[in-house]
């Protein structure tokens, strides 16, 4: 999807590892999300970051992490990942009036 | 809260056939509605929205009107096809934090 770019696509953890989640916008949009997506429960809003410097949680945050050091970029961290964080995780940025723009997803498998 | 309901799928039709897929919502306040869709494999893009009672919101043949009354923003299409076969969300967005998503439809549009 134009504008906002996710790393990695795919990853597989074993049980404990850690890992950080990328994503960078070039639309210049001060909003950000995170959000899981899991089968029959639609997406879920794990953190967000309303402007540079602050983040917020959301439904979902627990066994995770965010930054915004800048505009650009809102990372997502996986501090001791565990089997239930087994998901689809998309980034997306909002312009407000437009709705929001997302990422293609990083399919995460925890074993 | 803020909650939005979707039928369950999946839902399945023969091409040309005539497609809708009933949301409803519950928020406070006067939200924007939106109606994302989602092709396997990939991430969530911006089908259509409205953002105030009776707008209509188009786009590739497809519909839906805000219908505050009924507290509504059904999607339709008049004739489907192959290519349609997506996973189709609901979402609404109340100014305040994050748009709030329905679990999603799966169409399955049969040749």
């Known amino acids: 999807n134009a504008g906002v770019t996710q790393t990695p696509k795919f990853q597989v953890l074993k049980t404990g590892q850690s890992m950080t989640l990328q994503c960078a916008q070039d639309?210049?949009?001060?909003?950000m999300y995170w959000y899981r997506q899991d089968p029959g429960m639609g997406l879920r809003l794990i953190y967000y970051s309303a402007s540079e410097g602050t983040t917020d949680k959301g439904e979902v945050p627990n066994g995770y992490n965010v930054s915004r050091l800048n505009k650009r970029e809102f990372s997502l961290r996986l501090e001791s990942a565990a089997p239930s964080q087994t998901s689809v995780y998309f980034c997306a940025a909002f312009p407000r009036d437009a709705g929001y723009t997302f990422g293609s997803g990083t399919r995460l498998t925890v074993v | 809260g803020n909650s939005v309901t979707q039928m369950e799928g999946p839902v399945t039709l023969s091409e040309e056939a005539f497609l809708t897929i009933n949301c409803t919502y519950t928020a406070t306040g006067y939200p924007s509605l939106f109606w994302y869709v989602q092709y396997p494999g990939e991430g969530l893009q911006l089908l259509l929205k409205?953002?105030?009672?009776?707008d209509k919101g188009s786009n590739k043949g497809f519909e839906a009107t805000y219908r505050k009354e009924t507290t509504s923003f059904h999607l339709e299409k008049g004739s489907v096809q192959v290519s349609d076969s997506a996973v189709y969300f609901c979402?609404?967005?109340?100014?305040?934090?994050?748009?709030?998503f329905g679990s999603g439809t799966r169409l399955q549009v049969q040749p």
């Open positions: 979402a609404l967005y109340t100014g305040r934090r994050a748009l709030t």
């Open positions: 409205a953002t105030k009672a009776d």
């Open positions: 639309m210049n949009h001060n909003s």
